[in-house]
């Protein structure tokens, strides 16, 4: 690692901290005096003067900090190492042929993905389709056990009159032979 380290830093290193460079000074612009005079009326301008040097070096300061701590995390992160190893991981994949190309790799995701959620939405309809088929096949049980109830139901009063006009057949038996006697 500490080979990495002492090589010269490559493009992705060099373009992080332009950027970070570029991003602070934007960020913490040096403000002219004119501006200053302007952003401070009421104030001397030999006071206006001693604030503008104040600001400027507090300005430079801050930026010498942030670039300082910026350079201090980068090296304890091994930010250095860790793009160039990137940049060499990069530069091996676009010249090995038999890598994937990236928008083949998405779309085959797409399409598997694709073909997963069809035959998921497939599965899922074959058992609508056989729920839809038991509760028809429950539907048509429930009203043959009640048409069945019905008949046993007009079968237990059959039997009940049965029953009923026999015994009234025995007594009127009983009484008119106890009648002719």
């Known amino acids: 690692m500490e080979i990495a ?3 010269p830093p490559g493009s992705r290193q060099l373009n992080l901290k332009k950027s970070f460079k570029l991003s602070i000074r934007s960020l913490l612009t040096r403000c002219s005096k004119e501006d ?4 401070f009326p009421r104030f001397t301008n030999v006071e206006q003067e001693g604030f503008h040097r104040l600001f400027i070096r507090v300005i430079t300061s801050l930026h010498e900090n942030i670039e ?6 980068c ?24 890598f994937f ?8 995701v797409e399409r598997n993905l694709s073909t997963a959620k069809n035959n998921e939405i ?15 096949i429950i ?29 009234n057949y025995g007594t009127c038996n009983i009484a008119g032979s106890m009648i002719h006697n």
């Open 68 to 73: 300082d701590e910026f350079e201090s995390s």
């Open 5 to 7: 380290s002492q090589c």
């Open 122 to 136: 497939k599965y899922l309809m074959g058992m609508l389709e056989k729920a839809e088929e038991q509760k028809r």
């Open 101 to 108: 190309d990236k928008s083949s790799y998405v779309g085959d």
């Open 75 to 98: 090296a304890e992160t091994q930010v250095g190492t860790i793009l160039d190893t990137v940049e060499q991981y990069v530069e091996e994949q676009s010249l090995d042929p038999l």
């Open 139 to 167: 539907s048509t049980r429930l009203e043959q056990l009640k048409k069945e109830m019905q008949d046993f139901s007009d079968a237990a009063d059959a039997v009940e009159k049965l029953k009923t006009g026999m015994l």
């Open 36 to 39: 200053f005079s302007k952003a």
